[in-house]
Antibody, heavy 120, light 106 residues
Framework: EVQLVESGGGLVQPGRSLKLSCAAS????????MAWVRQAPKKGLEWVAT????????YYRDSVKGRFTISRDNAKSTLYLQMDSLRSEDTATYYC?????????????WGQGTLVTVSS | DTVLTQSPALAVSPGERVTISCRAS??????MHWYQQKPGQQPKLLIY???HLESGVPARFSGSGSGTDFTLTIDPVEADDTATYYC?????????FGGGTKLELK
C-alpha cells in the first residue's frame, strides 16, 4: 500500500524558514517524480514544485522560485521542501504527491498533508 | 497561466446522473485529470488523461473531452460522492487546477 506521510508543518513568523518532509513507503520511491501541492484554508489546490525521480531537475511555480527548494533522498525514500522567506500567502496545507513520470504529469497518490501557518 | 473554470456547486439526488464541467482558457489537448476531495481528506485521483479511469475507482465515474472543454460524469450518484471535484491540466506550464465544484446530495 502506498503511503506518504508529511511532517514539519507549524506556526512560523513571516520571513522565517521551515522545512517539510514526506516519508514514502509501499512503492519504489526512486522510480517516481514527486511534487508538493498546497491548499490555502477553504481554497483550491495549487501546484508548488516538482522534482524528477533522480533529483536531476526541479520545477517551481513563479511565486515560490528563489524561496522554496524541493529535494529528495532516494536512499531514505523521503521528499523535502525547504521554505525560506515565508509570507502570509504561503499559509496552506502542504501535500506531497507522486507525479506520473511519463506522459501526463498527473498526481496519483497524495499524503494527508501538513499545515503551515505564516503569521506574527 | 492556463485558467480552468468550474461551476462552484451542484446539488443532485442519489441515483441521478451528474456532469461536472471544466473549461480551459487555452487548449490542453487531453492532458486533463480529475480529483475528488472529501472534507478533511486529501485529494484522490479519479480520471487521468481526460478519460482513463484510475484503478480502484468505481465505473460510475467517467471523463470526456479534449481541447478546452471537459466533463466528469457520475452515473448514478451515491451519497458517498459528496465532495469537491477538481480538474487539473498538465499541458501548459505551470500545471493548474480548477477552483473546484462542490457536489451536494439532496
Amino acid at each position: 500500500e502506498v503511503q506518504l506521510v508529511e511532517s514539519g508543518g507549524g506556526l512560523v513568523q513571516p520571513g522565517r524558514s521551515l522545512k517539510l518532509s514526506c516519508a514514502a513507503s509501499g512503492f519504489t520511491f526512486s522510480d517516481y517524480n514527486m511534487a508538493w501541492v498546497r491548499q490555502a484554508p477553504k481554497k483550491g489546490l495549487e501546484w508548488v514544485a516538482t522534482i524528477i525521480y533522480d533529483g536531476s531537475r526541479t520545477y517551481y511555480r513563479d511565486s515560490v522560485k528563489g524561496r522554496f527548494t524541493i529535494s529528495r533522498d532516494n536512499a531514505k525514500s523521503t521528499l523535502y521542501l525547504q521554505m525560506d522567506s515565508l509570507r502570509s500567502e504561503d499559509t496552506a496545507t502542504y501535500y506531497c504527491a507522486t507525479q506520473n513520470s511519463g506522459y501526463g504529469n498527473w498526481f496519483a497518490y497524495w499524503g494527508q498533508g501538513t499545515l503551515v501557518t505564516v503569521s506574527s | 497561466d492556463t485558467v480552468l473554470t468550474q461551476s462552484p456547486a451542484l446539488a443532485v439526488s442519489p441515483g441521478e446522473r451528474v456532469t461536472i464541467s471544466c473549461r480551459a482558457s487555452e487548449s490542453v489537448s487531453t492532458l486533463m485529470h480529475w480529483y475528488q476531495q472529501k472534507p478533511g481528506q486529501q485529494p484522490k485521483l479519479l480520471i487521468y488523461l481526460a478519460s482513463h479511469l484510475e484503478s480502484g475507482v468505481p465505473a460510475r465515474f467517467s471523463g470526456s473531452g479534449s481541447g478546452t472543454d471537459f466533463t466528469l460524469t457520475i452515473d448514478p450518484v451515491e451519497a458517498d460522492d459528496t465532495a469537491t471535484y477538481y480538474c487539473q491540466q498538465s499541458w501548459n506550464d505551470p500545471w493548474t487546477f480548477g477552483g473546484g465544484t462542490k457536489l451536494e446530495l439532496k
